[in-house]
């Protein structure tokens, strides 16, 4: 984002509340049919789907998931999802996360050590 002409993608807003000791981060997303997303989260969230239905698959359950329009999906930090439209009708999905500003800095090194450690246990598609 450093460089002149690199913008954020108009398909990707995102909007910041506060809420007493959290922030609150809603994250919008738009996938085009034929298109496959991923992401690894960092913080609890809920997905909810607008729109066409989707396919998700996450890497901490051995299922996939197909949600209908204003279905709500729970996801834990640390978790990598893949989504993907089912037809051939765009989808809107929201991520709506709760982030706690209350850490210490032992708490943000302890964190940090668990996503290294997610990182390299955790096996990559070939």
């Known amino acids: 984002m450093d460089e002149p002409g690199q913008q954020l993608p108009?398909?990707?807003?995102?909007?910041?509340?506060?809420?007493?000791?959290?922030?609150?981060?809603?994250?919008h997303v738009t996938v085009q049919p034929g298109t496959l997303r991923t992401w690894r989260l960092c913080?609890?969230?809920?997905?909810q789907v607008?729109?066409?239905?989707?396919?998700?698959?996450?890497?901490?359950?051995?299922?996939?998931?197909?949600l209908d329009s204003?279905?709500?999906?729970?996801?834990?930090?640390?978790?990598?999802?893949?989504?993907s439209v089912d037809g051939n009708h765009t989808a809107h999905m929201s991520l709506t996360s709760y982030v706690r500003h209350t850490r210490g800095a032992w708490a943000k090194w302890l964190g940090w050590l668990a996503d290294i450690a997610f990182d390299l246990l955790v096996p990559r598609p070939r």
């Open 10 to 27: 108009q398909s990707i807003p995102g909007s910041v509340g506060m809420r007493d000791e959290q922030s609150t981060v809603v994250v």
């Open 70 to 83: 204003h279905a709500e999906l729970r996801l834990r930090r640390g978790e990598r999802i893949w989504v």
């Open 43 to 47: 913080a609890d969230a809920t997905l």
């Open 50 to 66: 607008h729109g066409a239905r989707i396919w998700v698959t996450r890497t901490q359950s051995p299922y996939d998931f197909w």
